[in-house]
């Protein structure tokens, strides 16, 4: 086998003399020599904005980022299915089963059927907004947020099995998520006395940070195009 990979990206800016803008993109796709099964994407995109008032009192700067990545592997008993191999043997019968010769503890090629997918998705914004409420006066509010999510299965289906053991599909399901929110605002007093200046900034930062996950395991799927489903587990 060989393995493939494409990438695309783009790129679009404009606006005027008060309001600016970028928007930005990138796809991927790969896939591995083991198997054309395997295969990693990932697709993200970014977004920034700058605006000023006529009068040059208001500004705001924001950025927005979002990635996804979406994997699949085949499982990672492969390699050592092989090694332990019976050799010369079928690995289909004349109907287009997997053959699983008497003595024989494994079909490569049942077992490679077993597989991994992953999902994650990251998220990630900010906002500053700053306002000149007088000369001597500024009025700042920098606002981030950021969320990563991550969902993942590990599927073995009945074929994976000796039939003769008649062992049904079964899949684990994991999915975890950190959210991050942090608001810092800021003020600032500035004026010249003569020949001295004063000073003065009073701020403060506030953040909340947030982690959920769960892990669960689903086993005697009847059928095993429903190994991804949580409902018929």
């Given amino acids: 086998n060989t393995s493939q990979q494409q990438d695309a990206n783009m790129t679009f800016k404009g606006g005027n003399v008060q309001t600016s803008f970028l928007l930005s993109g990138s796809f991927h796709n790969e896939n591995t020599v083991r198997s054309s099964s395997d295969n990693y994407k990932r697709g993200s995109f970014h977004l920034n904005t700058n605006h000023?008032?006529?009068?040059?009192?208001f500004h705001l700067i924001s950025n927005l980022f979002y990635s996804s990545d979406n994997s699949k592997l085949q499982g990672s008993s492969l390699?050592?299915?092989?090694?332990?191999?019976?050799?010369?043997?079928?690995?289909?019968?004349?109907?287009?089963?997997?053959t699983w010769p008497a003595g024989a503890h494994n079909n490569y090629v049942a077992q490679s059927t077993a597989y991994y997918k992953a999902q994650t998705n990251n998220l990630l914004g900010n906002v500053t907004l700053n306002y000149k409420i007088i000369p001597e006066l500024n009025v700042k509010i920098n606002i981030g947020y950021n969320r990563i999510?991550?969902?993942?299965?590990?599927?073995?289906?009945?074929?994976?099995?000796?039939?003769?053991?008649?062992?049904?599909?079964?899949?684990?399901?994991?999915?975890?998520?950190?959210?991050?929110?942090?608001?810092?605002?800021?003020?600032?007093?500035?004026?010249?006395?003569?020949?001295?200046?004063?000073?003065?900034?009073?701020g403060g930062t506030l953040q909340n940070d947030k982690t959920r996950g769960m892990k669960f395991s689903l086993g005697n799927y009847e059928n095993d195009q429903q190994l991804e489903s949580i409902d018929l587990g």
């Fill in 149 to 202: 999510g991550i969902d993942q299965i590990n599927a073995t289906p009945s074929t994976y099995y000796n039939p003769v053991n008649k062992i049904k599909g079964s899949s684990s399901f994991g999915h975890q998520y950190t959210q991050s929110i942090i608001t810092e605002p800021l003020i600032t007093y500035s004026k010249l006395f003569g020949k001295n200046r004063i000073e003065i900034l009073v």
């Fill in 52 to 57: 000023s008032s006529i009068d040059k009192k």
């Fill in 79 to 98: 390699l050592s299915s092989v090694a332990t191999a019976v050799p010369n043997y079928p690995i289909y019968d004349e109907n287009g089963d997997f």
